[in-house]
């Protein structure tokens, strides 16, 4: 038994000249070995069953007729029509066994699979030249497909080829925010529309500001629009379980050293995704590691560092506004932020408004005061450029930090800590990875998503028990409880910049002290809050939270050019420069006091424990100057929580 070394798929049109090598490659049969030349030419192509019955069945009939050639006749066209009738169409194989390609002289690129390469579009893939790969053959046209949000969107052929790959069809086991549809019903929205939606917005605004440049200066090619697209459809590629929750909160704590994110995971999924399908780049009008390194680029966005220095040097390689487009590390608005600002508006019911086309129909590239082109917008919308920035501010407070969404998250945390020391992944050639490892094996990787959860329920592995209790008390929700929250205050503020500058988390210090004050509490004879399990600091979480419009405690909109259509005392014809401007003089009434609200919340993770905890923290905020006592209790609901960041951001 020879080991299959590629794969050729076989159609009816095949010919001896498909492959340089045909008398090098041998076709095990059922009735031998022979080499592809000799196996043409005796036309053993195999075919369906009930095709070799019909074609048995004319020529007895033949033969019952009394006609010597008649048979040999029927034979002949019934070849014929059979290779005609579906020219592009693969043939059907009953058995995987009944045909097998082995390359006698190892002039062929292995493949990893065992079975003959037909695309997903039903045709087979065409064969490079000796030493290459196997190739999607190049998809023309575009591809219509109805968008939730956007309507009908329309993808090119290039697009379409990386959609339809293992690694882009693993978004749609992400779920985009997560575990917010425990809280949130209808947000079961995976990452895989929301790709499409940004390549969508991509391409428009690309197509929009071309459309309006008048500086040759800062003109794009069709290959550069492409290239946005693909960056859009694929800047959430390597993102795992989870989303956030992954490389925010369980990658730290079972990697502490690795600093892996998951624009990294983008940049590694890409080119396992374009190399391991065989998508020939060049076809689609591209330079494979050129233009692959500036999708990378454009995914993980360029670092101020680095945007200073080439704005000094005039360094660009491509246009410089191209590159703020998918991630835009400068103002922070881009196309992506513009698809889930929308997206998850309508999937979680919170209200918006409508300034999103707005903002995409007025946008030009402009050259700005500093000699730089950038994407800039009208005067007239600074307050829907706010506004866009708002809708940010409302979905973190509203949606994704929302006290049970953390909830529900620590609790997954927890399970995904424990299971993360026993499964393991099928990585690359066949080896085990563990989780940790999978973020840096493409192809275990590739099967890594919210699934994990039903992984964790069905492995057998007694160690994973913990892990599953904690699944079931999410199921009967019996979650973690928020027993409070309290404006941060600068005191607090200080504490926890010292500790982070010598490389300590304050708020493993502050769960350390709340449960000082919880043994005082239980040693002064507080017997309501006598519990039959000892609180241990592992039962406490405490997290600081930060709910700002995009930077931080500075004003967005600042970051943000806007041009005019004319400068009092300018020639009519010429454009004066876009520069920033300062919103509190156009919007003073809109604007907030402050942009960042800040706030400690902490959890108890055993019902128990929960009164306990609950007067701990208020002993703790008591001692703590200027911190107000904890909104929230075991009788009071959150609901003073709307109050509570009104009131921050009217300070």
Not at 21 to 50: H, I, N, Y
Not at 166 to 172: A, D, E, K, N
Not at 246 to 252: E, Y
Not at 455 to 477: F, G, K, M, T, V
Request: hydrophobic residues 35%; glycine residues 6%; contains cysteine.
């Amino acid at each position: 038994e020879k080991k299959p070394i590629c794969q050729l798929t076989v159609c009816h049109r095949l010919s001896s000249t498909a492959c340089p090598c045909a008398t090098q490659v041998g076709f095990k049969v059922r009735d031998g070995t022979m080499s592809m030349s000799a196996w043409l030419e005796k036309g053993k192509l195999p075919r369906p069953k009930a095709e070799r019955a019909k074609r048995a069945a004319e020529a007895s009939a033949a033969n019952e007729s009394g006609s010597s050639n008649e048979p040999e006749q029927v034979k002949s066209d019934t070849r014929k029509r059979a290779r005609s009738a579906r020219p592009d169409a693969p043939l059907v194989l009953r058995s995987p066994a009944a045909i097998s390609v082995v390359a006698t002289d190892g002039c062929m690129t292995p493949v990893a699979t065992d079975t003959p390469r037909i695309s997903s579009r039903g045709t087979p893939m065409s064969v490079a030249p000796p030493g290459g790969l196997l190739w999607h053959p190049p998809i023309k046209g575009t591809k219509t497909y109805n968008d939730a949000v956007h309507g009908r969107i329309h993808l090119p052929g290039a697009v379409v080829a990386l959609m339809d790959t293992p690694q882009f069809q693993r978004l749609r086991k992400l779920k985009q925010l997560g575990l917010c549809y425990h809280v949130y019903p209808d947000a079961c929205h995976n990452r895989f529309e929301h790709s499409l939606g940004v390549a969508h917005l991509a391409a428009k605004q690309v197509q929009m500001l071309r459309s309006k440049l008048t500086d040759p200066a800062a003109a794009v090619s069709d290959r550069d629009a492409l290239c946005v697209q693909l960056a859009g459809l694929c800047h959430d590629l390597g993102h795992g379980p989870f989303s956030h929750v992954f490389d925010g909160h369980v990658m730290p704590v079972i990697a502490p050293s690795d600093g892996w994110t998951h624009e990294e995971g983008s940049a590694m999924m890409l080119e396992h995704l374009i190399g391991s399908n065989g998508i020939n780049l060049e076809a689609y009008g591209l330079q494979p590691e050129e233009d692959v390194a500036f999708i990378k680029e454009l995914i993980e966005g360029v670092k101020p560092e680095h945007v200073k220095r080439r704005d000094e040097g005039n360094t660009w390689p491509r246009p410089r506004w191209l590159y703020f487009l998918v991630n835009n590390t400068e103002s922070g608005l881009d196309v992506d932020k513009l698809d889930y600002y929308q997206r998850d508006c309508f999937f979680t019911g919170i209200s918006m408004r409508s300034i999103y086309s707005n903002l995409m129909d007025s946008a030009e590239v402009t050259k700005c005061d500093d000699n730089q082109f950038r994407v800039c917008y009208p005067e007239k919308y600074v307050e829907d450029v706010y506004h866009a920035f708002r809708t940010r501010f409302d979905l973190h407070h509203k949606v994704y930090q929302h006290r049970v969404v953390r909830s529900l998250e620590y609790m997954v945390v927890d399970a995904l800590i424990i299971a993360a020391k026993h499964l393991e992944f099928r990585g690359q050639r066949g080896t085990a990875v563990s989780m940790a490892q999978a973020v840096h094996d493409p192809e275990a990787y590739t099967r890594l998503n919210d699934s994990i959860i039903d992984l964790i329920w069905h492995c057998d592995n007694p160690e994973l028990e913990p892990a599953r209790q904690i699944l079931l008390a999410l199921e009967r929700r019996e979650l973690y409880r928020c027993v409070g929250s309290c404006p941060m205050t600068t005191g607090v503020e200080a504490s926890a910049r010292r500790a982070r500058d010598s490389g300590q988390k304050y708020e493993r210090q502050v769960e350390q002290e709340i449960l000082g004050h919880a043994e005082d509490l239980l040693r002064e004879g507080e017997s309501e809050y006598a519990a039959a399990e000892p609180l241990l600091v592992d039962d406490i979480v405490v997290e600081f939270t930060s709910v700002h419009h995009g930077k931080k405690d500075l004003n967005p909109v600042d970051s943000v050019y806007f041009f005019r259509k004319s400068e009092p005392g300018t020639a009519p014809h010429k454009k004066p420069l876009a520069r920033r401007i300062r919103s509190e003089d156009k919007i003073p009434a809109t604007l907030p006091k402050a942009f960042m609200a800040r706030s400690i919340r902490v959890f108890s993770k055993r019902q128990s424990h929960r009164g306990l905890v609950t007067a701990a923290f208020r002993k703790w905020t008591e001692d703590e100057d200027g911190c107000s006592s904890p909104l929230g209790s075991l009788s009071q609901p959150m609901d003073g929580d709307e109050a509570f960041y009104n009131s921050q951001l009217s300070q």
